[in-house]
């Protein structure tokens, strides 16, 4: 079966007042058709600059190498126009922030029907019928009243649903979801993920999932890609990675999660340090400063992708020392 999305040694650059920066450095995976796989890592690590290189949405001036092909399709070097029909059509994308997302002047029917006029080449008509019928699909309540309503009228976890129904409303192969529970409470998170999950279940569509939550990888996705400092750390299957965390970073992520049972004052682990800026961003393993494994040679290079079990892999030198 060929890749739906395959991504090889994926490089972008952007422009800041420091001079140039790297944000992704050789970032590679792939995806077949109803694959779900998932990016996590801390804010800065390059998750959503990878989903904005996909979308063809990075900042003005930002430079890009490598590749990323869909369908069999260079993305990289599409004109404009060429992408923007991809773009909405067979790449939908749940952005992270729905306020910030949606166009406050405009009702969310006209907002959703958009696509579907512009893609699809519906009526004014026919674009509001299918938007109701999507916005009854993502279980939005009295889903006819909203139509016509505009999206500060809506609770933070509408303006969501309405979100997902505007990167459904062409029925893509691929959907991008970035950080699509940011803000939500924990009741309200798990709908939209249950409902994201059951709605790429019955589409058959990939899912490329972007959180820094492992709970949310451990029940959402197949396999998983931990990024650092812009580059991917550790991959696998799910149950693999979780089985053997090689990475320090990947198991320094584990520690610190919030765990039931801990008792009263208990404080969580940390990593100790902080992501550097990325134009900051050392020559070799970008986890060095913060990593209780470090020597040398983990400053003078990037480490080279080593084999931790069939399907899994860690971009480090010293991942077998516990």
Request: charged share 20%.
């Given at each position: 079966?060929?890749?739906?999305?395959?991504?090889?040694d994926?490089?972008?650059?952007?422009?800041?007042?420091?001079?140039?920066?790297d944000?992704?450095?050789?970032?590679?995976?792939?995806?077949?058709?109803?694959?779900?796989?998932?990016l996590?890592?801390?804010s800065?690590?390059?998750?959503?600059?990878?989903?904005l290189?996909?979308m063809?949405?990075?900042?003005?001036?930002?430079?890009?190498?490598?590749s990323?092909?869909?369908?069999?399709?260079?993305?990289?070097?599409l004109?404009?126009?060429?992408l923007?029909?991809?773009?909405?059509?067979?790449?939908?994308?749940?952005?992270?922030?729905?306020?910030?997302?949606?166009?406050?002047?405009?009702?969310?029917?006209?907002?959703?029907?958009?696509?579907?006029?512009?893609?699809k080449?519906?009526?004014?008509?026919?674009?509001?019928?299918?938007a109701l019928?999507?916005l009854?699909?993502?279980r939005?309540?009295?889903?006819?009243?909203?139509?016509?309503?505009?999206?500060?009228?809506?609770?933070?976890?509408?303006?969501?649903?309405?979100?997902?129904?505007?990167?459904?409303?062409?029925?893509?192969?691929?959907?991008?979801?970035?950080?699509?529970?940011?803000?939500?409470?924990v009741t309200?998170?798990?709908?939209?993920?249950?409902?994201?999950?059951?709605?790429?279940?019955?589409?058959?569509?990939?899912?490329?999932?972007?959180s820094?939550?492992l709970?949310?990888?451990a029940?959402?996705?197949?396999?998983m890609?931990?990024?650092?400092?812009?580059?991917?750390?550790e991959?696998?299957?799910?149950?693999?990675?979780f089985?053997?965390?090689?990475?320090?970073y990947?198991?320094g992520?584990?520690?610190a999660?919030p765990?039931?049972?801990?008792a009263?004052?208990?404080?969580l682990?940390?990593?100790?340090?902080?992501?550097?800026?990325?134009?900051?961003m050392?020559?070799g393993?970008?986890?060095?400063?913060?990593?209780?494994l470090?020597?040398?040679?983990?400053?003078r290079a990037?480490?080279?992708?080593?084999?931790?079990?069939?399907?899994?892999a860690?971009?480090?030198i010293?991942?077998?020392?516990a």
């Amino acid at each position: 079966m060929s890749d739906l999305l395959s991504v090889s040694d994926l490089r972008v650059t952007l422009h800041t007042a420091r001079g140039p920066a790297d944000a992704l450095r050789g970032v590679s995976f792939s995806m077949a058709r109803g694959d779900t796989v998932g990016l996590i890592g801390e804010s800065g690590c390059g998750k959503s600059i990878t989903a904005l290189a996909l979308m063809g949405l990075l900042p003005e001036g930002a430079r890009v190498s490598g590749s990323i092909r869909f369908e069999g399709t260079e993305l990289t070097t599409l004109a404009e126009g060429e992408l923007c029909r991809i773009r909405g059509d067979r790449i939908g994308m749940v952005f992270q922030e729905p306020m910030t997302a949606l166009n406050p002047l405009h009702t969310v029917g006209r907002q959703i029907g958009e696509s579907l006029r512009l893609h699809k080449g519906l009526s004014g008509a026919a674009a509001r019928a299918e938007a109701l019928r999507l916005l009854e699909r993502v279980r939005l309540p009295q889903a006819a009243q909203r139509l016509d309503a505009h999206p500060h009228q809506l609770s933070g976890g509408q303006r969501q649903r309405v979100v997902i129904a505007i990167a459904l409303a062409c029925g893509p192969d691929l959907l991008v979801a970035d950080e699509p529970t940011t803000a939500l409470d924990v009741t309200l998170q798990r709908e939209v993920l249950d409902l994201i999950q059951e709605l790429v279940r019955e589409d058959g569509m990939g899912l490329l999932l972007i959180s820094h939550d492992l709970g949310v990888m451990a029940d959402t996705v197949q396999r998983m890609l931990v990024m650092y400092g812009g580059t991917v750390v550790e991959s696998g299957p799910t149950a693999e990675v979780f089985r053997r965390l090689a990475h320090p970073y990947s198991r320094g992520l584990f520690a610190a999660r919030p765990r039931l049972g801990l008792a009263r004052g208990t404080r969580l682990a940390t990593i100790p340090g902080r992501v550097p800026e990325l134009i900051d961003m050392p020559a070799g393993c970008p986890f060095a400063d913060r990593c209780a494994l470090v020597i040398g040679d983990c400053r003078r290079a990037l480490p080279a992708v080593e084999t931790v079990s069939p399907g899994h892999a860690v971009r480090c030198i010293r991942w077998q020392q516990a």
